[in-house]
């Protein structure tokens, strides 16, 4: 239950913008794994994927890294789904 004396209203208002926040935090994310997997970076620092350096250092778990490999793949080659999670 949410408490700290906001009304219904100001904790619906704050749900949505930190939603909106995490969804560009999200994106942003997705990017900069794109940007590492794209430059081979997992590879040079001993991993096999970026998936896998996800797991190793980051402490995912594999669908997770998978889904956020695949997020940032996704982001590539649809760029109005990059804009949309900035706005």
Do not use: F, T, Y
Request: proline content about 3%; aromatic content about 2%; some cysteine.
């Amino acid at each position: 239950m949410c408490s700290g004396g906001l009304d219904g209203g100001d904790v619906l208002d704050d749900v949505a913008a930190l939603v909106a926040q995490r969804n560009r935090i999200d994106a942003a994310l997705a990017r900069r794994v794109r940007a590492a997997e794209l430059e081979q970076a997992p590879e040079r620092d001993g991993q096999k994927s970026m998936a896998s350096w996800l797991r190793a250092h980051c402490r995912l778990s594999g669908p997770e890294a998978s889904r956020l490999v695949r997020n940032g793949r996704a982001l590539e080659h649809l760029p109005a789904l990059g804009e949309a999670a900035d706005a």
